[in-house]
């Protein structure tokens, strides 16, 4: 079993920034690979960013070159860091683990982003 903790989000305005935090109740270099998704409302959930154990990263095209995904294994967090947000990345943002044999998802309950234009 892995519990994700969100936090960090909140209102900002287009052009600034928000540093999202995941925390696992366990060791996150025990966990292949992790993620942060997004919904907007009325949109399906999709990928931002993901980490694997080996430090490889992966963007989504709408965020390549604005946010950063982290790991602090010492603290068992993940990190987003959001710059020049926009208003179309406003949504629910949540943290997602691969864990164990079967890869099995594990997700947080989600932290709100909203920009402000």
């Known amino acids: 079993q892995v519990q994700l903790v969100e936090s960090g989000g909140g209102l900002v305005q287009a052009g600034g920034s928000l540093r999202l935090s995941c925390a696992a109740s366990?060791?996150?270099?025990?966990?292949?690979?992790m993620g942060w998704y997004r919904q907007a409302p009325g949109k399906q959930r999709e990928l931002v960013a993901v980490t694997g154990s080996r430090g490889s990263t992966n963007y989504a095209d709408s965020v390549k070159g604005r946010f950063t995904i982290s790991r602090d294994v010492a603290k068992n967090i993940v990190y987003l860091q959001m710059n020049s947000l926009k208003p179309e990345d406003i949504a629910v943002y949540y943290c997602?683990?691969?864990?164990?044999?079967?890869?099995?998802?594990?997700w947080g309950q989600g932290t709100q982003v909203t920009v402000s234009s």
């Open positions: 997602n683990a691969l864990y164990g044999l079967n890869e099995r998802d594990y």
């Open positions: 366990i060791s996150i270099s025990f966990i292949n690979t």
